[in-house]
Nanobody, 126 residues
């Protein structure tokens, strides 16, 4: 069975930094896109960024571009989301997601992802 487990969430002051981790298990994820989404209360789940496991190609939402960085560690089967210059509007539950790549899509739609973690809460205070 595929499992994605997020960690690293917490409370941080505006302007601060935080690193989230997503440990993937259950299969080999080469050929997969690994993504981060977030959801605030009363809002739809939105795309944050993604990385292709094989090529390490990244793509980010405009709202986080230049502030957030996605990376991966093959030996640890882990994907990271490094968040800097955090803003109160970044407050949300952050989810890790994965899907096998079948096309040249940017894979920014949550409906495209087959596997999801349980989420980790990030709260940014002002």
């Amino acid at each position: 069975q595929v499992q994605l487990v997020e960690s690293g969430g917490g409370l941080v002051q505006a302007g601060g930094s935080l690193r989230l981790s997503c440990v993937a298990s259950g299969r080999t994820f080469s050929g997969y896109a690994m993504a981060w989404f977030r959801q605030a209360p009363g809002k739809e789940r939105e795309f944050v960024g993604r990385i292709t496991w094989g090529g390490g190609i990244t793509h980010y939402a405009d709202s986080v571009k230049g502030r957030f960085t996605i990376s991966r560690d093959n030996a640890k089967n882990t994907v990271y989301l490094q968040m800097s210059s955090l803003k109160p509007e970044d407050t949300a539950i952050y989810y890790c997601a994965a899907v096998m790549i079948y096309s040249g899509s940017y894979y920014t739609d949550a409906r495209q992802y087959a596997y999801w973690g349980q989420g980790t809460q990030v709260t940014v205070s002002s």
